[in-house]
C-alpha cells in the first residue's frame, strides 16, 4: 500500500517527497507502479512516471465521471447574468449568441481551488484562437485580493470579483464548481470538487458543444 512513508522514485532515480509525488498523482498525467527493487531492510519502492498522451486519455475515460453539480443540470436551459471582470471587460450570459460558456466558482482560500489552476491556464490556451469559447471564473474574493494573489498565481480566466450573489443565485455551495455551457444555452456539464478527470471532462465537454451544429 502507498503511504506517506512509500518510497517513490522519479524517473530520474531521485526519491521524492510524499507531497511531491501526491500532488503529481492528482494532476492525471502520472502513474506509479512497482519496482522490481527493494530496499536492504525489504520496503517496497515504487516509480512515478508521465503518462502519454493516448495512456492519459485511456485513464481518463475509464475513470468515473466527476460528480455533478446539483445547482446545474445538464440538459437544462442556462439562466444567465450580465458582469464585468477585474479588468473592466464586460459579459451578457443571457444572450451567449452561439458562444461556449465555461464557469469557474472559486475562491483564493480553497486548496482544491487553487491546486486545479496551472491546469486550468493550459485549458485556455488549448482554446486561445477561438473566441467562441470564453472562460469566466466567478470568484468570492475582493478585487484587491485578487490583484495581489494574481501577482503570484496567474489564473487566465477572466475573473470576476465579488461573486457571492451569484453563488448564492445558483445556490453554489461547494467548491470549485465548473459548468460548461452550450452554444444553445443549454448546460452541457457541470462539477463540483477536484477530481484526477475534472479538467479533461470539462475539455471533453467543451469539444463537443464545438462540434455540435
Partial sequence: MLDEKSIVRGEDGMVYPHEV???LLQTGKFSIKSRNTKTENGQQEWVIYELTAEHRKALMERMPKPMQSDSFIAGEKFDGFKTSDINGNKFDLKNTDGKIIVLNFWFINCPPCK?????????????KEN????????????????????????????????GRSFAE?????????????????????????L?????????KSIDE?????
Fill in 21 to 23: 509525488w501526491k500532488k
Fill in 169 to 193: 443565485r445558483y445556490g453554489v455551495k461547494s467548491y470549485p464548481t465548473h459548468v460548461v455551457i452550450d452554444k444553445t444555452g443549454t448546460i452541457k456539464f457541470s462539477t463540483l470538487g
Fill in 195 to 203: 477530481a484526477t478527470n475534472t479538467i479533461a471532462w470539462i475539455k
Fill in 209 to 213: 458543444s464545438l462540434a455540435s451544429n
Fill in 131 to 162: 473566441n467562441n469559447v470564453i472562460f469566466i471564473a466567478i470568484a468570492l474574493d475582493d478585487r484587491y485580493d485578487l490583484k495581489d494573489f494574481l501577482k503570484t498565481t496567474p489564473f487566465n480566466y477572466n475573473i470576476v470579483n465579488s
Fill in 115 to 127: 491546486a486545479e489552476i496551472p491546469e486550468l491556464n493550459e485549458l485556455t490556451e488549448a482554446y
